[in-house]
């Protein structure tokens, strides 16, 4: 079954405000990493954890493995925050194993 | 600039027929990796290669075969083609092993492969 349940599937938001997406692991996970779709298909780097939090701008990442989620909050959300978000989890030795997607639009 | 260039970036090939996807990453990394993405699918990942060595393999057929020339190289050779093959096949880098320390990722902006 799925190892990584990301949600939302979709997420509107207004420029200035903020959310969170959340990607729940089936199992514990060593290691989470988020990544953006940008226009070109390109998979941004955003954030890499293997524990506790991170921030960056106006993203901030969470990841707990014990409780098995990590969340991605964005906050004074920009035109530029639109795209789809993906989460990676570690499981395998080498490999990551991708969420769904969250895709973000940011209207003015 | 694109630090890790993927070759075609689109492809569309006959059932049957052999095609080969390239990948050259220019960020000195040692680790390279396959990702496949099939519509209405998360990434999967099909390979991983430290030093040229071929370390992981999650891809079931053995149509699907690495080629790695250099260190910097790590080709994706796809043969006996089938339309359950079209997706977009990413590759990736990292400066070591996902299952040493855990590096970040670094992907391609992906070769979109359709079978017909």
Redesign the interface.
């Known amino acids: 079954g799925d190892q990584v349940e990301q949600s939302p599937s979709a997420l509107s938001l207004h420029e200035g405000t903020g959310s969170a997406l959340r990607c729940n692991f089936t199992t514990t996970m060593r290691a989470v990493q988020w990544f953006r779709k940008n226009s070109r298909g390109s998979l941004i780097n955003l954030f890499y954890l293997a524990s506790g939090t991170k921030e960056n701008g106006r993203l901030k990442s969470a990841f707990d493995s014990k409780e098995r989620y990590s969340t991605l909050h964005i906050r004074d959300a920009q035109l530029e925050d639109s795209g789809t978000y993906f989460c990676a989890a570690a499981l395998y030795a080498q490999g990551l194993t991708f969420g769904l997607g969250t895709r973000v639009s940011v209207f003015p | 600039d ?1 630090k890790i260039i993927q070759k075609p970036k689109y492809l569309v090939a006959v059932t049957g027929s052999e095609k080969i996807l390239i990948c050259e990453q220019y960020l000195g990394h040692n680790a390279m ?1 396959w ?1 496949r993405q099939s519509a209405k ?6 390979f ?1 290669y430290s030093y040229q060595k071929l ?2 393999n ?1 891809t079931a057929s053995s149509r699907f075969q690495p080629q790695s020339s250099k260190k910097n190289h790590l080709d994706l050779q796809i043969t006996a083609l089938k339309p359950d093959d079209s997706a ?1 096949y ?1 590759c990736a880098s990292s400066q070591d ?3 040493l320390s ?9 070769s979109r492969l359709i079978v017909v």
């Open positions: 694109p990796y990702y699918k998360p990434l999967e990942f099909m991983s370390m992981d999650q977009t990413f092993g996902q299952g855990g590096n970040t990722l670094y992907f391609g902006e992906g």
